[in-house]
């Protein structure tokens, strides 16, 4: 009996050890990543140039609800996918884009510039069912002053790994005056998503986030860039379970039987 109470403390030990690294690993990747703030308002001083080439304030482009979009043009991994998940939902949703809500995508690379941002949205309306509606999906680019003072000011954390950057991918909705009301994880929403999430905003109701729980389970891939599931995490968290749950099962049946042998 000690010689297995001594195994199941070894287990224990090299399990929370374990569990320990793979905590920490985690809290250096979630560095990478959205810090929620909802409650919190957007910079809207942030100067951005939009597709006429004009520079104005982030405060002249919010009047409506708004899903804010952080991207980078020329993202070999989520940010396309993502684009093309925004287009889909503005077909889908039962919501006039620029009547009910706006849509505004920002490169977070301050070397793009606006024409290629108007080449990227003219590749994504050129599929889209309501083009003339589409059109009001907006694109911007900055100066790397601004895009730090926006992007810190909403919690989207990213660094620059080479030439390519290590990003969250997902979106996050502002209301009229610019406060963060919810983040939306991953690259593909729901309709009914998008719609409850801008009538919050319009609201200014504050929501939580869509898809969180999910970063728990996936990690993200510096060379492939992009979210991929995490086997050895999950594998810890559930063997972590396990061996608490033998723990204390041994534990009651042990004082259990002293109860009954006295």
């Keep these: 009996m000690s010689q297995f109470k001594l195994f199941l403390a070894l287990a224990l030990f090299l399990t929370c ?23 919190q308002y957007a910079d809207l001083t942030t100067k951005l140039v939009n597709e006429s080439g004009d520079t104005i304030l982030l405060k002249e482009v919010l009047n409506k609800p708004t899903i804010l979009n952080l991207v980078y043009f020329n993202c070999p991994g989520t940010c ?93 909705a502002l209301a009229s005056d610019g406060k963060i009301v919810r983040y939306l994880r991953g690259i593909d929403f729901l309709p009914f998503d998008i719609k409850i999430t801008m009538v919050e905003a319009a609201e200014g109701k504050i929501g939580p986030s869509i898809n969180r729980l999910l970063a728990i389970c996936y990690s993200y891939d510096d060379q492939g860039n992009q979210f991929v599931f995490n086997v050895t995490r999950v594998a810890a968290i559930v063997i972590m379970f396990f061996v608490v749950v033998i723990f204390l099962v041994l534990a009651f049946s042990r004082a259990i039987f002293k109860r009954k042998a006295k």
């Design 17 to 39: 050890t374990k569990s320990y690294t793979q905590t920490t690993l985690f809290n250096q990747q979630m560095q990478i990543g959205f810090e929620e703030k909802q409650g």
């Design 80 to 172: 396309s996918p993502l684009m093309w998940g925004i287009s889909k939902f503005i077909d889908q949703v039962d919501l006039k884009l620029g009547k009910d809500y706006d849509v505004i995508t920002i490169s977070f690379d301050p070397t793009e510039r606006i024409d290629l941002g108007i080449k990227k949205k003219a590749s994504y309306l050129s599929t889209m069912k309501d083009k003339e509606s589409a059109k009001e999906w907006r694109f911007f680019v900055s100066d790397s002053t601004n895009i730090s003072k926006l992007t810190k000011s909403v919690g989207f954390n990213y660094e620059k790994v080479n030439d390519q950057y290590v990003h969250p991918t997902g979106l996050i």
